[in-house]
T-cell receptor, first 116, second 111 residues
Framework: EPEVTQTPSHQVTQMGQEVILRCVPI?????FYWYRQILGQKVEFLVS????????KSEIFDDQFSVERPDGSNFTLKIRSTKLEDSAMYFC????FGTGVANEQFFGPGTRLTVL | QKEVEQNSGPLSVPEGAIASLNCTYS??????FFWYRQYSGKSPELIMF????GDKEDGRFTAQLNKASQYVSLLIRDSQPSDSATYLC???????????FGPGTSLSVIP
């Protein structure tokens, strides 16, 4: 069964460093998302992406964040200068038709980011 | 600010009982409603979605939607210890490609 994959599973970085989290969405999906979940808190929407453009972004997704689909298979989230409060689990998701009526998002296993 | 609210729990039910999980949302224009299950340290896993008023059944799970009351629920029949997890309600925001999640309800099924 097709699945979303994410690498690395765990990333440790120093405050102020740049990190890139990678995702490979399901191959026929066209809509891509990033979410984060701080330990013990709810899943928070960061950004949606379609046709090589950001569709929506949350207040969390400030200038320190960027997304890219550098080739036909990868979807990346970059954090330019990490802060302690960026420590969280980051989930990538993909969807065939977007999050409108009855469209399922498939989640990857997540990358745990630890900022020291 | 669009919100999704859930009772945080924990909700404890004996094995074989019915577990009832509730969710309310603030965006009247929302069209799609999702229930996810999340085990500790794992990613959300879709259980079912609903977009029409009324009930939708899938095996032991029944989702109920009442758009007038802005309320969606999930019933789990014949609860099993393996159902012990956090259940996340998620709602699509009208006219946007965006889903927001509630804080989740922790369910514990006692053998």
């Amino acid at each position: 069964e097709p699945e979303v994959t994410q690498t690395p599973s765990h990333q440790v970085t120093q405050m102020g460093q740049e990190v890139i989290l990678r995702c490979v969405p399901i191959s026929n999906h066209l809509y891509f998302y990033w979410y984060r979940q701080i330990l013990g808190q709810k899943v928070e929407f960061l950004v949606s992406f379609y046709n090589n453009e950001i569709s929506e972004k949350s207040e969390i997704f400030d200038d320190q964040f960027s997304v890219e689909r550098p080739d036909g298979s990868n979807f990346t989230l970059k954090i330019r200068s990490t802060k302690l409060e960026d420590s969280a689990m980051y989930f990538c998701a993909s969807s065939e038709f977007g999050t409108g009526v009855a469209n399922e998002q498939f989640f990857g296993p997540g990358t745990r980011l630890t900022v020291l | 600010q669009k919100e999704v609210e859930q009772n945080s729990g924990p909700l404890s039910v004996p094995e074989g009982a019915i577990a009832s999980l509730n969710c309310t949302y603030s965006d009247r224009g929302s069209q799609s409603f999702f229930w996810y299950r999340q085990y500790s340290g794992k990613s959300p896993e879709l259980i079912m979605f609903i977009y029409s008023n009324g009930d939708k059944e899938d095996g032991r799970f029944t989702a109920q939607l009442n758009k007038a009351s802005q309320y969606v629920s999930l019933l789990i029949r014949d609860s099993q210890p393996s159902d012990s997890a956090t259940y996340l309600c998620a709602v699509n925001i009208a006219s946007y490609d965006k889903v927001i999640f509630g804080p989740g309800t922790s369910l514990s099924v006692i053998p």
